[in-house]
């Protein structure tokens, strides 16, 4: 598992241009199959749009990438739709963009235009995260080195998750993998040696309103 962004929550954003209204819906998609079902209960709740074009990207480098411009003219919504997600270096997504149309042509360039800002929308009104590769790292010390740990961490832009006050102090921060080593070494040589770290578990995590989430 590499550092990613992925969608969090999903969820809809809309736009009309010249009379034609343009709605997408983006959810996270884990696989194909569940791309494909999200695409199926999209065209089923809108079974009455013009159209219903798809993009989704599944896999940690892109594996599978899929489009569809479902009647529009060939190149003028799958594939900018599917570029947008690609350009936000969005994984394991999926949209729909519905269009009811609005009676007036917007040519291959307004289509194009059309169905990219849609998908923006979609995604601005999505929870987008960053998922990192770290440890959940715990640090023992007395309550001499606190301070200096606590001054380290916050150096870095590392968070404390959990902490623990009895005769000694146990917190508990999520530290990304590249930034471990050098944080062990700071905090060993700035507590001068008075800092442990009984526990360190790898795990993926993310922030997520300022509250931290971990995953399988």
Known sequence: MKQMKIVYRGGEGELVEKKSRFIATVVPAESEDEALEFIAAMKKKYWNATHNCFAYVVGENYELQRCSDDGEPQ??????????????EIHNAAVVVTRYFGGTLLGT???VRAYSKAVQEGLAGSTIIEKKVGALLSIATDYNGIGKIQYLLGQRGLTIVDSQYTDSVLIQTLVPQEQLKELREAVTEGTNGRAGFPEEKAVCFAF?????????
């Open 75 to 88: 190149g003028t919504a799958g594939r900018p739709m599917l570029d947008v997600l690609l350009g936000e």
């Open 109 to 111: 360039g307004g289509l």
């Open 208 to 216: 997520v309103d300022g509250e931290p989430v971990l995953f399988e």
